[in-house]
């Protein structure tokens, strides 16, 4: 079945632009799996053949990244539509994330396919997304964009109080992070927590931040002047 990746502009800008500066140049030791799935079972996958490294570090590693995005992460494996190694892309998500378990795009890969693919119960031949979510938070603490991703996860899936805890994670790590912000800022109107969400708002919107969809929420639920 084709299923299309829907990516939110504000997530792909970001992702795309969220660059650090390298400090290493190979792999960080072993990225082993941890934690539960949404159903309660635990985390299991394989082990790594090639890697791991920090998608961090890209920059300083652009020869391992070409290898596994050239052979596994394509564009129709990104968007779900087909696998470059065999018919389902899962298999070659799964290669890029065990070999770069922060990878953001095929994190928000494997995240789309779980919110797709949620309230099927079906037998899962890889890890589901908040493992490779788990795994990743792990080998890399300080990613940003990591926390952020999950707390997209959790809120897609009707785990508000999780999701919440996730972003506000992701805006203690980088206190600049907008994206971080306006997914938060947004997760408290859903929560009718008009005050913060405001508060929020208004400093983004203060610096210029272009997407309404903030505001908008806001409006419609008559707490914007």
Known sequence: MRIRLNIKPFLLIYLLANVTTPSIASPIGHAPWVGESLKGAPCLGENENFGPFDYL???????????????????????????????????????????????????????????????????????????????AMRFSSKDTTVHMLYGILLQRTGRREQALKEYERACELDPNNVQAKYNLALLLVELKRYSEAKDYADKLYGRGFPLPGLRDKLKAAGQWN
């Open 57 to 135: 570090q890209r920059q300083s590693l652009q020869g391992q990244l070409n290898i596994v995005e050239s052979y596994h992460f394509t564009p129709e494996v990104e968007q779900l539509i087909r696998g470059k190694t065999g018919d389902s892309p899962l298999g070659d998500l799964d290669y890029t994330l065990r070999a770069w378990p922060n990878h953001h795009r095929a994190l928000y890969s494997v995240i789309q396919h779980r919110i797709n693919t949620f309230k099927q119960n079906t037998h899962l031949r890889y890890p589901p997304a908040e493992c490779y979510l788990q795994r």
